[in-house]
């Protein structure tokens, strides 16, 4: 089984990034999935979570109007579209999938400074 977070670097401060997670090992259609995100000093936070078909999502409130998640199930892969990026935004970013397993990538730290 394989998270594999991709798309994360420096960017200037109301830019834009896409992360994307690439899954391997597991039937990708029947997992929900999440990113998360984690700054120095502090805990690990949920930023968004999309249903198996990509039918529903929901977002932390302070992410929500700028980041968009979406899936392919074709292509096992979840992404971030993150527009707008703050300071605060900067973070190692994780995805995890969820069903009657749980797994987690390695992250992919993003960098929002000018």
């Known amino acids: 089984v394989q998270l594999v977070e991709s798309g994360g670097g420096l960017v200037q401060p109301g830019g834009s990034l896409r992360l994307s997670c690439a899954a391997s090992g597991f039937t990708f259609s029947r997992y929900h999935m999440y990113w998360y995100r984690q700054a120095p000093g502090k805990e690990r936070d949920l930023v968004a979570h999309i249903t198996t078909t990509g039918g529903s999502t929901d977002y932390a409130d302070s992410v929500t109007g700028r980041f968009t998640i979406s899936r392919d199930n074709a292509k096992n892969t979840v992404y971030l579209q993150m527009n707008s990026l703050k300071p605060d935004d900067t973070a190692v970013y994780y995805c995890?999938?969820?069903?009657?397993?749980?797994?987690w990538g390695q992250g992919t730290q993003v960098t929002v400074s000018s």
């Open positions: 995890r999938a969820a069903s009657v397993r749980d797994y």
